[in-house]
Structure formats: C-alpha cells, structure tokens
C-alpha cells in the first residue's frame, strides 16, 4: 500500500481516542484535533472534582461549544457519525471518578441529562462506590457501588475500570447487564504496572462485550519515559494477541499542555493531600512519534507497514468504540 493509499484510508476512518485529558483552556488542543483527523474523544471533564465543581466544567464546556465552531457535544453514534461528515471534533464527556455525584445517586440521571455517557468508577483510590488501583486494600465495590453500575446501565452510561483495583474491576464487569470499558490501560503482564490490567480482568470484559483501548501514557509502556510509537504499536499488537481485533482500541491518555501542577494535582491523595515527589520530571514530553492529536495518522500508518488488513486498522482506530457506544448508550 502506497503514502496515498495510507492517507485516503485514515482520512475516510471515523477516528475515536478512548481518553484524552488535555489542558481544555488550551486553542492548541482543538487545533491538534482538527489537523489530526480525530472525529471523537472522551474528553475527562472531573478527575477529583465534586458536585458543584463539575458543574462549572460543564458551563465551561458548553460555553466552547458556542465559541469554538471545530466542535461537537456526542451524545449518541449518530453525532459522532455527524463531526465525522462536518469535519468537527465530537466531545464526549467522560470523568475518570464518580465522586461528581457525591453521595447521591440521583445526580447520575442528571449528568446524564447534561451529556455524560462515560465514567470511570473509581480513580486510583478508594471513593464511595469502590477501590482504584493503587488503594491499600481493595474489597470490591460497596453496595452503594453495586447501585451505581446497575444505574448506569439503566442510563446508558459506559462504565470504565481503566484507573479501578483489580477486585472491583472484576465484579463492576461481572455485575453490569451491559458491556464495560478500560478506556485507557494496557496488560499488566507485559508491562507490570499497577495501572495495567490482569489478564483476569482483560478477558472478563471482553468476553462480556468490552473494549481495551491501549495507553499511550509513557510510564505505562515497555521503555517507560524513552518510549515511542513503536513502542505503543507494540503495546496495541499485544493487546490484539490477548483479546482479540474486535476488542482493542486506542485509548491516548493525552495531556497535551497540561501544566506541572496538573501531574502534581492528579497524582494526589483524593486530589488535596501531596504524597510527595511528584513521579512525573519537569522535562516531561509525551510519547515520541505520538505527541498529540495530529500525529494520530502514524498509528494508522504504523499498524499498516506491520501488515494489518484495513477492515481491521478501521475497527482499531474507532470502529470498535464506534460499536461499543451503540450497544451502551441507550
């Protein structure tokens, strides 16, 4: 296959980054995602933030919606199939924590009334509803937890274990009606990573339906801060390997002009209390080959030296999120 056979293939595919938490105040960001070809993202909108905070973010993000003509609030395949044919960038809002609905379960159908249709239950500690993966102890989710998957079922939001303990993990996939997500991780037993996932864990969402989309966040992969894109198609090829070409998708973890002070909020103690050195160097730069949104196509062009039939870099590179969000959001 030619340069411009590459090119009509990825420019005619309906691209989906599974997770992406880029600086939103950033006009850098939005024009990555037009020059990148991407038709949707999960864009994270609360990782800590609690009720009335994430109620701002979401002022703010409709207020983008009115200034930024690039862009498209998804709440259904059938916008996302839209930004594809306006050439827009379809904003899915996504939290990577539940702790937006506090202690009130009802709150879930109202965020879903405002547009969210993704939430990751847990992020890496302990909130009301069950245990993230770098928790001291995980007992699984709680029965206010229980509740909460069984009501996001009901809604049509897709449930993500991506930053969840390995036991809640696995009885969030085993008690949801509907299949789940790990929006952003890769296999734990090829880059052994308390934020990658077991193998118990990759096959029971799978098989109940789910999609992996593979993290490109460099701690994350084999040659960790040296990694490249090389290294992340790897990553994308071992995932393949273990769940199959039906399953595996792309899943960033861009954090595309994020601050300093970003890593150092994100990698605290429920978000307010430091655990310390921040583990991310101030010199920090993204993944070589993949450094934002506008280098998406070497994905794509990469998958294509390495022999995959097109059928499946398009089920790769969107097609699978594509199918997962029709079979969830109601």
């Given at each position: 296959m030619n340069i411009t056979d590459n090119k009509k293939l990825y420019d005619n595919s309906i691209v989906i980054d599974g997770l992406n938490v880029s600086n939103w105040d950033s006009p850098k960001v939005y024009k990555s995602l037009?020059?990148?070809?991407?038709?949707?993202?999960?864009?994270?909108?609360?990782?800590?933030e609690g009720f009335h905070e994430t109620m701002r973010n979401l002022e703010d993000w409709y207020a983008r919606f009115q200034e930024n003509n690039s862009l498209l609030h998804a709440t259904s395949v059938a916008d996302i199939i839209k930004a594809?044919?306006?050439n827009k960038t379809a904003i899915i809002f996504g939290w990577q924590n539940a702790s937006p609905i506090e202690n009130r379960l009802d709150r879930l159908q109202l965020f879903h009334a405002l547009g969210v249709r993704i939430i990751q239950i847990t992020y890496n500690e302990r909130n009301l509803i069950g245990n993230g993966c770098y928790e001291r102890r995980d007992e699984g989710l709680s029965l206010f937890g229980v509740d909460a998957v069984k009501e996001m079922n009901s809604l049509g939001i897709l449930i993500d274990l991506s930053h969840v303990g390995d036991k809640t993990t696995l009885e969030?996939?085993?008690?949801?009606?509907?299949?789940?997500?790990?929006?952003?991780?890769?296999?734990r037993s090829y880059v052994d990573h308390p934020r990658n996932k077991t193998d118990d864990a990759l096959r029971l969402v799978t098989e109940k339906g789910g999609v992996v989309g593979a993290n490109a966040f460099p701690p994350f992969l084999k040659n960790g801060l040296k990694s490249t894109l090389i290294d992340y198609v790897d990553c994308i090829e071992d995932l393949i390997e273990r769940v199959g070409i039906d399953h595996t998708a792309i899943g960033t973890d861009f954090t595309q002009d994020q601050p300093q002070d970003f890593y150092e909020w994100i990698f605290m103690?429920?978000?307010?209390?430091?655990?310390?050195?921040?583990?991310?160097?101030?010199?920090?730069?993204?993944?070589?080959?993949?450094?934002?949104?506008?280098?998406?196509?070497?994905?794509?062009?990469?998958?294509?030296?390495?022999?995959?039939?097109?059928?499946?870099?398009?089920?790769?590179?969107?097609?699978?999120?594509?199918?997962?969000?029709?079979?969830?959001?109601?």
């Open positions: 037009q020059s990148g070809g991407v038709t949707a993202i999960n864009a994270t909108i609360a990782v800590w594809k044919s306006d969030a996939a085993e008690i949801s009606e509907g299949p789940v997500a790990i929006t952003h991780a890769n296999a103690q429920q978000g307010t209390k430091s655990v310390g050195k921040n583990p991310m160097p101030d010199s920090y730069q993204s993944l070589s080959g993949l450094e934002s949104p506008d280098k998406m196509r070497n994905i794509s062009n990469e998958l294509q030296k390495r022999g995959y039939k097109n059928e499946d870099i398009v089920k790769i590179m969107g097609g699978n999120w594509l199918k997962l969000f029709e079979k969830v959001w109601n």
